[in-house]
């Protein structure tokens, strides 16, 4: 199999819009994404490309991430794949606890996602990068 040059981040959102919107920025800080707007196809997807990093929109999962997260972690070849989780709905305090509950390495509120500087933050912490 050949190494990747770009770590590749896999991203699954409600709404496409969103999807395109993280994939555009993304890509500016020199990642390779893959979107889907389909929370049942991100499992597996995630285990045909192992991405180096999931983001998941909780609104695009029935479950809120919880079901989706577990099973990844249960699957060997993508289980340790950071798992970023964003939300628009909840509470900061309520939504971070929320995720580290599931099993997520991050999170970002939907403020967050008009920071730029807040999503790189939180993308670099998960994939146990340095900010140039």
């Known amino acids: 199999m050949m190494k990747r040059l770009k770590r590749l981040i896999?991203?699954?959102?409600?709404d496409i819009k969103d999807c395109n919107q993280f994939k555009d920025f993304l890509i500016t800080q020199n990642?390779?994404?893959i979107v889907?707007?389909?929370?049942?196809?991100?499992?597996?997807e995630a285990?045909?490309?192992k991405p180096d990093l999931i983001i998941i929109?909780?609104?695009?999962?029935?479950?809120?991430?919880?079901?989706?997260i577990t099973l990844l972690r249960a699957n060997q070849e993508i289980?340790?794949?950071?798992?970023?989780?964003?939300?628009?709905?909840?509470?900061?305090?309520?939504?971070?606890?929320?995720?580290?509950?599931y099993g997520a390495n991050g999170w970002?509120?939907?403020r967050s996602l008009f920071n730029p500087h807040a999503v790189v933050k939180e993308v670099y912490k998960a994939l146990g990068l340095r900010r140039r």
């Open 10 to 14: 896999l991203v699954a959102c409600s």
């Open 31 to 33: 990642f390779e994404v």
């Open 36 to 44: 889907t707007n389909s929370g049942e196809w991100i499992l597996s």
């Open 47 to 49: 285990i045909k490309v």
């Open 57 to 68: 929109d909780t609104l695009s999962m029935k479950t809120g991430g919880k079901e989706v």
């Open 79 to 101: 289980g340790r794949t950071p798992v970023i989780l964003v939300d628009a709905l909840r509470q900061h305090s309520d939504f971070y606890k929320m995720a580290k509950a």
């Open 108 to 110: 970002l509120s939907f």
